[in-house]
């Protein structure tokens, strides 16, 4: 007869009992009697065998496989031999095993300050007692009853239910002999005895390939040969550096012979030496932690600690992000903590509550995107993404977050009517736990040597600016009204355009209010809004010529720059998620000018300290003539914040060559045109100087001297001294 009363027995059976560490397992009655009791449904009979070798029969209690022996010795180790018929194998019992959670891990995560959550959460390979296998970590503190399942245990909640520590809310076990590749979902039982969609692991570091959904151990076996990189960028300051950004999205980039994605490895021998050979300074993925739909291009994340397995493992990944650094390029991932979606078996009512989550869907549901908010209130969540920031810099090395959809994070009232928000503390419309929660997410990534971008479209101040001082405390916020104002004004036919001049010059009056970045991205390109080629006006050449003028005038334009693949050279239809980047029109001479042209930009960019060094500093601006609108020329000078390089831009935005064309400048001497969007060399008309000009000793536009120049047809010429 066992010890325990017939209720307990039941419930283990059942799996219904939420303390099984307290029954299960080996437990001291007195100095010199031990009680030993395991939960084997598969098994006829157990014996358990002892640190001597010696074979103890354990009785059966419980018809459903519940063994028990009181033995007169302590045991400090022992095996457990199951038998059933012909079949016998070996177990060490995991509810023998001390916890590896510690007491100051539990705390600091409750009040939300463990930074390195991935180290203790999730699963992961490592020793308990000598014995290697795998530790399972997870939050579930409204739950009755947690247990991990997989092939290992046949999927059965039953056999390895978790160690619950009611003050955190953190369940744990130790199952002896897993490794690294395990499939693993959590059983989870909620508080009133249902039980819950099997789950997904919360820091689980690798998924099955959709529409596989489990979760899977990994134990990274990968060395980095980035140390040179690394140390670099202790330390700088990457408002004074050139940063010219590649925006890919992976799954479409390019495909095989067979119509497939590339994997991480094949991106690392394809993609790399294209952005390198491009002259762009980073590479930008959208969003590459798992995601259950393709269509979503990552957006809708669901496994936030997790590369999509999609294109290989996550070693693949840090593959991929160290052949990068050793090329000389940095990597920037699409970072997504403003929403998660609804699937069963991920965030959503995790332990049968609203955990991660808000339970009042006017706080809770984002209604345009059918996906949740997370509860940045609330410690434990806080500190799962702030966790999660670090884990993506820290762990893989990435350089930088560009942190999407900030507005919807920082208003309460974001895409909802009257009636469907609910006020702040003060009666306002800002979220202030979600701005809490960036400031402290950007100071930590900072402190780790990361940088961070903000997708932020409102006006919101201070984005970009040091929490100390009242700011957001991200490094660069993206420009949308720049981008939106350039795109309105390239659109319309030059011969509308001098109506429209302030579409050009607006933009000045706020250029330093934030550390801008401008950005061509994915988002301008898709759903009905044509390619950037196709939102120019004209024939085909004319088409060309004007996107060569845009591009040229956004990187002479203060701010960081960034170009979504196919965008650099002149792609006509927009981008498909499910298709590639259209590569056959290099093969015409027109779309190669366009990809030189942006290749030279580059270049032009990182050498010429005007361009770069000065992208958020008002000092490194000024005007030279922006009120010809009639002919729709600007021009404008960049001066370097570091040396005194300067350089002179004139802008021509009408097919008519202007000849004569004075234009004044800032210092006396031959000045070099270092740049002509219109050169034969990127299919232009070749009209210009193609080498040097001479000042005249006439003062024009408030500068000291001028010369006339020729201006070719939609195009943009940059001199320096």
């Not at 090329?327 to 009512?349: C, K, N, Q, T």
Request: aromatic share 12%; with cysteine; glycine share 8%.
């Amino acid at each position: 007869m066992s010890q325990l009363p017939v209720d307990e027995l039941n419930a283990l059976a059942t799996g219904s009992h939420g303390a099984t560490f307290a029954v299960l397992g080996s437990h001291p009655i007195d100095n010199n009697t031990t009680t030993v009791r395991t939960f084997q449904p598969k098994a006829a009979q157990v014996d358990l065998i002892d640190a001597n070798n010696t074979a103890h029969p354990m009785n059966k209690v419980h018809d459903d496989g519940i063994f028990e022996l009181t033995i007169s010795r302590p045991l400090p180790q022992y095996v457990l031999r199951c038998r059933r018929d012909e079949y016998q194998w070996d177990t060490h019992d995991p509810y023998a095993l001390p916890s590896l959670l510690g007491d100051m891990d539990r705390h600091l995560f409750s009040e939300g300050n463990h930074y390195e959550l991935h180290k203790q959460l999730g699963s992961k390979v490592c020793e308990n007692q000598g014995l290697s296998g795998v530790q399972f970590a997870v939050w579930a503190p409204n739950a009755q009853r947690v247990s991990v399942v997989g092939e290992f245990n046949e999927w059965d909640g039953r056999m390895h239910t978790m160690r619950k520590h009611p003050s955190s809310g953190l369940w744990d076990i130790f199952i002896p002999g897993l490794v690294s590749g395990t499939l693993y979902k959590f059983e989870i039982m909620g508080a009133g005895g249902n039980l819950l969609p099997l789950k997904h692991d919360p820091f689980a570091p690798y998924f099955e390939q959709p529409p596989g959904n489990a979760s899977i151990v990994f134990d990274s076996q990968f060395e980095w040969s980035d140390a040179s990189h690394m140390e670099a960028r202790v330390g700088a300051n990457p408002l004074r550096q050139p940063i010219s950004i590649y925006e890919v999205h992976a799954g479409s980039w390019q495909r095989n012979v067979n119509g497939d994605s590339l994997t991480y490895r094949e991106l690392a021998e394809t993609l790399i030496p294209y952005a390198v050979d491009g002259g762009f300074t980073h590479i930008e993925l959208l969003p590459i932690t798992e995601h259950p739909l393709t269509a979503s291009w990552g957006y809708q994340p669901i496994g936030m600690f997790a590369p999509t397995s999609r294109f290989g493992s996550p070693d693949d990944f840090r593959y991929f992000v160290d052949c990068c650094h050793n090329a000389g390029l940095g990597v920037i991932m699409d970072w997504v903590p403003a929403h998660f979606p609804s699937d069963e078996h991920g965030l959503a009512r995790f332990d049968g509550t609203a955990l991660f989550e808000h339970e009042d869907p006017r706080q809770g549901f984002h209604k345009d995107w059918n996906t949740l908010i997370f509860n940045y209130g609330r410690n434990e969540v806080s500190n799962y993404l702030i966790s999660n920031a670090l884990y993506w810099i820290q762990e893989f090395h990435l350089d930088g977050l560009r942190v999407d959809a900030v507005a919807s994070m920082l208003y309460l009232d974001y895409s909802r009517d009257d009636g469907e928000w609910i006020p702040n503390e003060h009666g306002g419309n800002h979220n202030l736990a979600a701005i809490e929660f960036l400031k402290r997410m950007n100071e930590a990534v900072h402190l780790a040597g990361g940088i961070t971008f903000a997708e932020e479209s409102t006006s919101f101040p201070q984005v970009s600016h040091p929490t100390y001082d009242g700011g957001l405390g991200f490094t660069f916020k993206w420009n949308m009204g720049w981008m939106h104002d350039t795109l309105e004004y390239f659109q319309k036919d030059p011969a509308y355009r001098q109506y429209h001049q302030d579409n050009l010059t607006f933009g000045l009056l706020y250029a330093f209010s934030e550390n801008f970045q401008l950005p061509f991205s994915h988002d301008e390109v898709v759903h009905g809004k044509g390619s950037l080629l196709e939102k120019m006006p004209g024939d085909d050449w004319q088409k060309r010529a004007n996107l060569r003028a845009l591009l040229a005038m956004m990187y002479t334009y203060p701010g960081k720059k960034l170009l979504f693949m196919g965008c650099e050279f002149g792609q006509y239809t927009e981008w498909a998620h499910d298709g590639s980047v259209h590569w056959d029109l290099l093969f015409n001479g027109g779309h190669a000018g366009i990809k030189k042209l942006v290749t030279d930009l580059n270049h032009l960019y990182q050498k010429n300290p005007a361009l770069h060094s000065s992208d958020c500093d008002q000092a490194g601006f000024d005007w030279i003539d922006c009120d010809d609108a009639s002919h729709s020329v600007i021009s404008y000078q960049r001066r370097s914040a570091v040396n005194d390089d300067h350089v002179v831009v004139v802008c021509n935005f009408t097919p008519v060559v202007r000849t004569g064309y004075r234009v004044g400048f800032p210092d006396v001497g031959v000045w070099n045109e270092v740049l002509n969007s219109d050169a034969a060399d990127y299919a232009g008309s070749g009209l210009g100087h193609g080498g040097a000009v001479q000042t005249s000793g006439q003062p024009w536009h408030g500068q000291p001297d001028s010369v006339e120049l020729t201006l070719p047809p939609l195009s943009v010429l940059v001199f320096a001294k």
